[in-house]
């Protein structure tokens, strides 16, 4: 078998796991509830100030950066994965990116109506595009990265 193949293969699953742990075991409510931006509001609902959200996003994203980097230093020393400096770099840097783009949801909400997929917003589904666009555009990538 071709080693990068086996850097691909095993730094992907590296990967899904980092972001399924940082996504799920590591995100903080807050960091959820503000990572794309919110309303600060008075007693009656009126908003005083909106908050751009970015320090929020950007913690987040950075968990998912240390999550991945613990996770293929696990993988490499436990299996002797030849991960290169360089790879691992552009894949966590590529995948800390496209993460942090993505949770800001525009990105995810523009995409469900723009594809006729409007009524699964309101149903509940952009978590579920927002998690394929994760894979999608930034673990598939990212895993693709870590061969060079």
Do not use: C
Request: charged share 15%; no cysteine; aromatic share 8%.
């Amino acid at each position: 078998m071709h080693p990068e193949l086996i850097v691909f293969t095993a730094g992907f699953i590296a990967l899904f796991v980092a972001h399924h742990a940082a996504d799920y075991l590591f995100q903080t409510d807050a960091q959820s509830g503000h990572k794309a931006g919110w309303d600060e509001k008075d007693e009656q609902g009126v908003v005083l100030r909106h908050h751009h959200g970015w320090g929020a996003n950007q913690l987040h994203a950075a968990i998912h950066s240390i999550a991945e980097l613990v996770a293929l230093g696990i993988l490499a020393a436990a299996v002797s994965l030849p991960l290169s400096v360089l790879g691992t770099a552009l894949a966590v840097a590529w995948n800390h990116l496209t993460h942090s783009l993505i949770d800001r949801r525009w990105i995810v909400r523009r995409w469900m109506t723009r594809t006729g997929s409007g009524e699964f917003v309101n149903r509940g589904g952009m978590p579920l595009v927002d998690q394929s666009m994760h894979i999608v555009a930034g673990l598939f990538p990212a895993a693709l990265l870590l061969t060079v």
